[in-house]
């Protein structure tokens, strides 16, 4: 069974998305989950722990999947608001 491992930044506007865009780099991905993601996930730097194909909303899902291991993707725009995310594994 395919398994991802990933970390995100969730932010509601598409203004502050924009204003990180040029912030976020691979090396402080976790500090700035800490300090600007909106979700739960944000003390634990983002991490959402493993999950398999079609456990996420579908615009998250469709980015983790076609993204490279250990870049940054985003914004991707979801009901939620607008994630960055960092596949840090897939299996």
């Not at 976790?30 to 991490?47: F, I, L, P, V, Y």
Request: charged share 20%; with cysteine; net charge negative.
């Amino acid at each position: 069974m395919k398994q991802a491992s990933a970390q995100h930044i969730l932010v509601r506007t598409e203004a502050e998305a924009t204003d990180l865009k040029d912030k976020i780099t691979v090396e402080n991905f976790t500090e700035m989950a800490k300090q600007h993601s909106d979700c739960n996930s944000a003390q634990r730097g983002g991490h959402l722990g493993f999950f398999g194909p079609g456990q996420m909303l579908p615009e998250f899902d469709k980015a983790v999947w076609e993204s490279k291991v250990g870049q940054v993707v985003g914004p991707v725009q979801t009901q939620c608001g607008y994630h960055y995310i960092l596949v840090n594994s897939k299996t």
